[in-house]
C-alpha cells in the first residue's frame, strides 16, 4: 500500500507539472480576446475583455482557476462552437474511453493466452514470425478500410461511414466500436503475443525452471507458479504503453470509421484554432498516459515484490 500511494502521489505531481505546462503553453499562443473579437477590433476593446475574461489576472491564478474548472466541468467556451467546452468534448471523451478499452480487453484476452501457447511450441515457427510481422507491419487505417470494405460493404454488418447514435441504437454502437477496435488492436496483439513468448521462453531457459521440473513439479504449474510472475512485469509495462497509444492511435481510426470522438475533434478544433478545446483535450490525453503509466508501476509491484524500491505493499 505504500508503495501504491507513492506512485500515485508522483502520477499526481506529474499531472500538475504537465497541465501547467500546457495551460502556460496555449497562454502564450493564443489569446481568447483578440480570437473572439477579431483583429481588426480596437486595442480598449481587447483589454476590456480580458478584464471581463480575466484574462488580466497573473498565470498562476488564472491556471488555478482552470485547474478547478477542469475537475468541476468548468473549462471555459469554445471559441468556434460558442459552447461550453466539457459540453463538447464530454460525449466524444465518452467514445474514445470506450474504443480505447475495448480496444485493450481485445490485446490482452487475445495476445496473452497466444503468447503461452506459441511460447512452448517450436513447430511452424517461420509461419508464425511471418504472421506476426504482418500483423505488426499493416497500419490500423488500412485494416479499418479493408474491415469497413468486407463487412460494411460486402456484407453489410454496418454502415460505413455512419456511426448509430448509443441512445436510440446502442447494439448497432457496439458492433460499429468492435470493428474499430479489431483494426486498432491487431499490431498490438501482434507484439504483445511475441513479447510474451520471449520473455516466457528466456525464462523457460533458466536453472530453476528446469529444477523445479526435475523434482517432479508439473510443467504447467512451473508456468504459472513461477515463469509468469518473472515474465510479465515488462509486459505488463509494455501494455501500459499500448493502453496510453491507443488512446492517441484511436485518432486515425476514428477518421477510417467516422466516429464522432476525441480524435476528431482533435483535429477539427486545430483546424480551427479552437485552443480552449485543443487545450482540454490534450490535457485530457496526458493525464490518460500518467494514469496507465501509474497502474503498470503499481501492477508490477503486485506481481514482483522486488520491484517495490524502497516501499512495502
Request: glycine share 8%; proline share 5%.
Amino acid at each position: 500500500m505504500k508503495y501504491a500511494l507513492k506512485r500515485a502521489a508522483a502520477g499526481l505531481a506529474t499531472m500538475l507539472i504537465v497541465s501547467f505546462l500546457t495551460y502556460a503553453a496555449f497562454d502564450l499562443i493564443s489569446d481568447a480576446a483578440t480570437a473572439m473579437l477579431g483583429t481588426s477590433a480596437t486595442p480598449e476593446r481587447i483589454a476590456a475583455l480580458r478584464a471581463e475574461l480575466g484574462l488580466d489576472r497573473p498565470l498562476l491564478l488564472r491556471y488555478g482557476g482552470w485547474l478547478l474548472g477542469f475537475f468541476t466541468g468548468d473549462l471555459g467556451v469554445s471559441q468556434s462552437y460558442r459552447q461550453p467546452v466539457w459540453d463538447l468534448i464530454a460525449p466524444k471523451a465518452g467514445l474514445t474511453l470506450c474504443l480505447s478499452l475495448l480496444s485493450f480487453i481485445l490485446i490482452t484476452a487475445v495476445s496473452i493466452p497466444l503468447g503461452l501457447l506459441t511460447a512452448g511450441r517450436r513447430r511452424f515457427e517461420g509461419a508464425r514470425t511471418a504472421l506476426n510481422q504482418l500483423g505488426m507491419a499493416v497500419p490500423p487505417f488500412f485494416t479499418g478500410i479493408l474491415l469497413s470494405w468486407v463487412f460494411g460493404v460486402g456484407l453489410k454488418w454496418f454502415t460505413p461511414g455512419q456511426f448509430p447514435e448509443a441512445g436510440t441504437d446502442p447494439a448497432g454502437a457496439a458492433v460499429y466500436l468492435l470493428f474499430a477496435a479489431v483494426a486498432l488492436s491487431i499490431p498490438r496483439i501482434a507484439m504483445t503475443a511475441r513479447m510474451l513468448r520471449g520473455t516466457v521462453r528466456e525464462e523457460l531457459e533458466r536453472d530453476y525452471v528446469r529444477t523445479a521440473i526435475s523434482r517432479g513439479n508439473d510443467r504447467s504449474q512451473v508456468l504459472r507458479r513461477h515463469v509468469l510472475k518473472n515474465a510479465l512485469p515488462p509486459v505488463v509495462t509494455f501494455l501500459a504503453q499500448t493502453m496510453a497509444e491507443l488512446v492517441a492511435g484511436s485518432i486515425v481510426v476514428e477518421q477510417v470509421f467516422v466516429i464522432p470522438g476525441l480524435g476528431r475533434m482533435l483535429v477539427t478544433s486545430i483546424a480551427g484554432r479552437d485552443y480552449p478545446v485543443v487545450q482540454a483535450i490534450v490535457v485530457i490525453l496526458a493525464f490518460w498516459v500518467v494514469l496507465a503509466g501509474t497502474a503498470a508501476d503499481v501492477t508490477n509491484a503486485r506481481i514482483d515484490p522486488r520491484l517495490r524500491l524502497g516501499g512495502a505493499a
